[in-house]
């Protein structure tokens, strides 16, 4: 494609009629031909890269104030200055890697059960004969491949160059989850979403949002902006009942009110769940090997998108047994040992309460926080797991560049009673989990124990270092040195 059939009013015609393979803004991703947009970053000098790319690059495209700093560059390649590059940098790559007319992207949004929800989705689509893809934190999907995702919702220029790259491979269905921050940073500016979820919301990220208000609005801001089709909005949340109340395309689930799709007669077991779904006053009988409240509402949420789609109720109702859980969602890494990316209060409260509606009496938890994040929730989150556990060994989680043991004592601030540890390393502290719920077994009690807030990651981080540690694997690691 010619640089003049992405960006207008380009000056001259020569550059204008050259021909670029693809766009970039990172030195890193830069291909023979690419159209370059230097785009400054904070904590980066975007100029000090630029001399090192130009091999590949066919044009540089830059902001008018930038001029003097390229200008002592002498760079060889043409370079187009825009005022206000961040209009034509969104423009260019919505141009360039738009995608087939036919895809059909579903978004889902909340603070807990993205992944899942748009799993479930994923699986449906899939089982339905349809090619789909799904894109999350556990990873891209799309036919038989699998990407490893370094955010819940990639950047923009990624996220538009996945969606064309399986728009070209036929694939007619796309559930993504969409983040927050994905929502303020503009990554999904201009995608044309065909159906909207949202799941709930609770407190998570007010190191970014600030206040619980502005989170929501954020959230809600991508609902509005995409009104003309429908949004699969949770009724038993609160702020599932403002959105409701603001939408005119709307459906409703939920268990505790009345909604379009509800599920009643629930009955929760160990390895599984039973529950009758009621729509339009007819009943239907499910039963999924998925196990929990939360694992419900978002199975009904997946349910919901895809009948509203026009697949058959009666037809998806039959392929519920056969849903899998997403990677690193409570999650069986041995007997009684479960693992869980429960990462904020209410993701926490919830799982620990379900192990004890499972008929657990001994539950053991091991969880941290996250440095350099919502630092309110680490006191909120001891509290709970305090009530909830019996007894609690308080670890890392991905430190970053805060001290481990200062974010330790923080979440121990929230404990009303000593049935706690601090074991900074999280290895030993899962070693001790497992020590002390063997322990209680064989004491004759019905203990497990819950490894939470990391789930399917497979790295820590500690200040600018990933370090690969697995919860899963640890635990099958530490098994086995004890069989040994």
């Not at 640089?3 to 380009?10: A, C, G, M, P, R």
């Not at 603070?111 to 004969?129: E, I, P, W």
């Not at 999280?426 to 004759?444: H, P, S, V, W």
Request: net charge positive; with cysteine.
């Amino acid at each position: 494609m010619q640089i003049k059939n992405i960006l207008d009013s380009v000056k001259s015609p020569a550059v204008g009629e050259l021909e670029i393979s693809g766009i970039a803004d990172d030195s890193r991703d830069v291909s023979k031909g690419s159209l370059f947009f230097i785009i400054e970053r904070p904590n980066f000098d975007i100029f000090s890269v630029l001399k090192k790319a130009e091999t590949n690059v066919a044009a540089y495209v830059a902001d008018l104030k930038s001029k003097y700093c390229i200008d002592q560059l002498n760079l060889d390649k043409p370079v187009i200055y825009r005022s206000g590059i961040k209009k034509d940098f969104y423009r260019a790559v919505k141009r360039f890697y738009k995608p087939d007319s036919k895809l059909k992207v579903i978004g889902v949004t909340g603070t807990n059960g993205k992944t899942s929800t748009a799993y479930y989705l994923y699986q449906f689509l899939k089982k339905l004969g349809q090619k789909a893809a799904f894109f999350g934190t556990t990873g891209y999907f799309f036919n038989s491949s699998r990407q490893k995702a370094a955010h819940t919702t990639a950047d923009f220029l990624t996220l538009y160059k996945m969606i064309k790259k399986i728009s070209q491979k036929d694939v007619n269905y796309l559930v993504m989850e969409v983040s927050s921050h994905g929502i303020a940073q503009a990554r999904v500016k201009g995608i044309k979403f065909s159906r909207t979820i949202f799941t709930n919301l609770s407190r998570d990220h007010l190191d970014y949002h600030k206040t619980m208000a502005s989170y929501f609005k954020t959230k809600e801001s991508f609902f509005l902006q995409n009104d003309k089709n429908y949004s699969i909005i949770n009724n038993d949340c609160l702020y599932g009942k403002k959105l409701l109340s603001r939408l005119a395309k709307k459906i409703s689930y939920g268990i505790k009110d009345k909604a379009d799709y509800q599920a009643k007669k629930i009955v929760v077991s160990k390895n599984s769940t039973k529950f009758d779904l009621v729509w339009q006053d007819k009943v239907f009988s499910l039963f999924m090997k998925l196990v929990g409240y939360h694992n419900i509402l978002n199975v009904l949420a997946a349910l919901a998108t895809a009948h509203s789609l026009n697949f058959p109720l009666a037809r998806l109702v039959k392929l519920v047994p056969f849903l899998k859980n997403a990677e690193g969602r409570f999650q069986k890494a041995a007997q009684d040992i479960f693992i869980d990316y429960a990462h904020t209060p209410e993701g926490l409260k919830n799982i620990l309460s379900l192990l004890k509606k499972l008929g657990y009496k001994e539950v053991i938890s091991v969880f941290g926080c996250g440095g350099q994040r919502d630092k309110g929730k680490r006191e909120i989150m001891g509290k709970i797991s305090s009530r909830l556990a019996n007894f609690t060994i308080i670890t890392s989680d991905n430190p970053r560049g805060e001290d481990p043991l200062a974010i330790c004592r923080e979440v121990k601030r929230g404990f009303l009673n000593n049935r706690f540890k601090i074991i900074i390393d999280r290895y030993q502290a899962i070693e001790k989990g497992i020590e002390i719920y063997r322990r209680k077994k064989e004491d004759g009690l019905k203990s497990c124990l819950l490894i939470a807030g990391k789930g399917h990651e497979g790295y820590q981080i500690f200040k600018n270092k990933r370090i690969v540690f697995k919860d899963s694997e640890v635990v099958k690691q530490i098994l086995k040195n004890r069989m040994g």
